[in-house]
C-alpha cells in the first residue's frame, strides 16, 4: 500500500490544503502555493520522489507515515488519513486508482472553526442537553472528510392517471343533496438531469448526507489526489448499481410531484396508476466536503454533519431526562418560593 503526503517545495514540510484561501500554505516557512504552482513543482524530481515513492509495507490494513515512518492502521474503505504520532496526512494512493480514482473533487471552503461555531450554536440554548455534549475534547473531535458520492445524469419517463374528484351540496326541498362528481386526469412527461447525488458510504446516514444538500457544482473541479491534503477521506463500499436506486427514486418523486403540480380545480387527487422508465447515460464518481462529528450517548450513535461548501448544519441533541427533571425542580422550587414571598408581602 502506498502512502504519500504532499511537502513544501521550498521547505519541505507537510503542505497541508487551506480551505479558506484555496491554497496550499506551509505553517513552518510561511510560503503558499496554488495548484498551478504544485504541479510545476512536481516536475522537479526531487519533489515527486517525494510525493510518488512507496514507502509503506503491506501487512493487512498496516502501512508506514510517509513522513515518520511509524506503522498505521487504515480502514480498508479509507484513502487519506492522519498519523498520530506526527500528525501528518497520508494519502493512501492505490485505493485512489482504476475503479476507485473520482472524476471529481470539490473543495473544502469551510475551516474547522466554521464548524465548532456551527455546532456550538446548535448546542446553545438546550438546557436539557447531555454535558457531554459541551466537552471541549469531544468538540476537537470535529474531522473534514471526503465522503464519496455517485452523481448521476439521467432522464425519466413517466405516464401517468390520477383519480380527481369535486364534491358540492344544495339542498332540494327537504333534502340535503350531495353531488360527487369523478374525473380521470392523465399527465405523461420526461425530465432531464443531471448529476443527482447519492452518497456511496454505508458509514454515513443516507438521510443525513441529503440533508445538508446542496452542493455547489460550479466548484466541481477534475480529481487531483493535492485537494486530500490535511483532510480524511473515504473511497465507495456502495457501488453505482445499488445507488442507482435511491438516484431513481429522487427523480421519479421530483418528476410525480411536477405533474401533479399541472392539475388544478379538483378537490381531491390521487395518484391512480402509472408507469415510468429511467436511463442512466452517465455516472460519475466524485468526492464531497463534510465535516463530521460523530458521537455515543447510552448506546445509540448521533451524528452532526456540515456541508464543507457551503456550511449548512444538520444534527440532533439528545435530552438528558434526569437533566430536565432536575431543572424542572428547581424552576418548579423556585416558583413556589417566589409565590410565598408575594402572599406574604400581601398578607
Not at 524530481?45 to 503491506?58: G, H
Amino acid at each position: 500500500m502506498d502512502a504519500i503526503i504532499h511537502k513544501c517545495p521550498g521547505c519541505n514540510s507537510v503542505l497541508p490544503f487551506n480551505p479558506a484561501t484555496q491554497r496550499w500554505e506551509c505553517p513552518y516557512c510561511g510560503n503558499s502555493y496554488s495548484f498551478s504552482d504544485l504541479q510545476n513543482a512536481a516536475e522537479n524530481s526531487q519533489f515527486k520522489q517525494d510525493n510518488n515513492q512507496p514507502t509503506s509495507e503491506i501487512v493487512a490494513d498496516v502501512y508506514r507515515c510517509s513522513n515518520c515512518g511509524a506503522e498505521m492502521v487504515a480502514d480498508q474503505n479509507t484513502t487519506a488519513t492522519f498519523c498520530v504520532y506526527c500528525g501528518s496526512s497520508n494519502i493512501i494512493k492505490n485505493r485512489l486508482e482504476g475503479e476507485f480514482n473520482p472524476d471529481f473533487v470539490i473543495p473544502f471552503k469551510k475551516v474547522k472553526e466554521d464548524a465548532i461555531k456551527a455546532y456550538q450554536s446548535c448546542k446553545r440554548g438546550r438546557w436539557f442537553a447531555p454535558k457531554e455534549f459541551g466537552r471541549a475534547d469531544l468538540i476537537e473531535k470535529i474531522s473534514g472528510v471526503y465522503i464519496p458520492f455517485w452523481l448521476y445524469d439521467g432522464k425519466t419517463y413517466i405516464d401517468a392517471k390520477y383519480y380527481c374528484t369535486n364534491t358540492s351540496r344544495y339542498r332540494s326541498g327537504d333534502y340535503i343533496v350531495t353531488k360527487k362528481s369523478i374525473y380521470s386526469v392523465i399527465r405523461s412527461g420526461n425530465m432531464a438531469f443531471s448529476k443527482v447525488p447519492c452518497d456511496g458510504s454505508v458509514k454515513f446516514d443516507d438521510d443525513l448526507m441529503d440533508s445538508i444538500e446542496p452542493f455547489d457544482y460550479s466548484e466541481l473541479k477534475p480529481f487531483n489526489m493535492s485537494y486530500l491534503s490535511g483532510f480524511l477521506a473515504e473511497k465507495y463500499d456502495v457501488d453505482k448499481e445499488q445507488d442507482k436506486k435511491r438516484a431513481e427514486l429522487r427523480m421519479t418523486n421530483t418528476m410525480y410531484s411536477f405533474l401533479r403540480n399541472t392539475i388544478h380545480g379538483y378537490g381531491s387527487v390521487s395518484l391512480d396508476s402509472s408507469r415510468k422508465r429511467t436511463e442512466f447515460p452517465k455516472i460519475y464518481y466524485a468526492l464531497f466536503p463534510v465535516w463530521m462529528l460523530n458521537t455515543t450517548y447510552k448506546g445509540k450513535m448521533y451524528q452532526f454533519a456540515m456541508n464543507g461548501q457551503t456550511g449548512k448544519f444538520i444534527g440532533d441533541i439528545p435530552i438528558d431526562k434526569k437533566r430536565f427533571w432536575l431543572i424542572y425542580l428547581f424552576m418548579f422550587l423556585g416558583l413556589m418560593g417566589i409565590g410565598f414571598l408575594v402572599k406574604h408581602f400581601l398578607m
